[in-house]
């Protein structure tokens, strides 16, 4: 289940399952499974502002990505230190996956729209169409 946010045009992550007592391979796991569920998923804290700018820039783009704010998720601390596995980093948010692929934080989100990379990879995922 995923609900429209309207305001920003980004999906809300269904966060109604439970990851109490799950190991950190699981959460990779689920990590990994969550993110080639859409075509591009932020991994988010609702109050980053970082997690913030990468969400809106998909926005002014015409991408309305899938949002995870893991701080309003049951087993939202075990994804974070799950995403932090992953991305290498101690900043584990945001963490933005495209056609299933970890393409990093907002850091390495921005190179790629500055450079020009980030659109194709949008086109190829099935995101945008343009």
């Known amino acids: ?59 002014s783009l015409g991408v309305g990505p899938t949002v995870y704010e893991l701080d309003d998720m049951n087993g939202g601390a075990e994804l974070e230190r799950a995403l932090r596995k992953l991305v290498g980093d101690s900043q584990a948010v945001p963490a933005v996956f495209v056609g299933g692929k970890l393409l990093g934080g907002l850091d390495r989100v921005m190179a790629a729209h500055i450079s020009g990379a980030l659109i194709p990879q949008l086109k190829e995922a099935g995101a945008l169409w343009l």
């Open 1 to 59: 289940m995923q609900t429209q946010t309207q305001s920003l045009g980004f999906s809300m992550g269904d966060s109604r399952w439970s990851m109490q007592g799950m190991s950190q391979l699981d959460a990779v796991e689920r990590v990994e499974r969550l993110a080639a569920e859409n075509a591009v998923v932020v991994f988010s804290l609702s109050s980053c502002c970082m997690c913030h700018v990468v969400k809106r820039l998909f926005c």
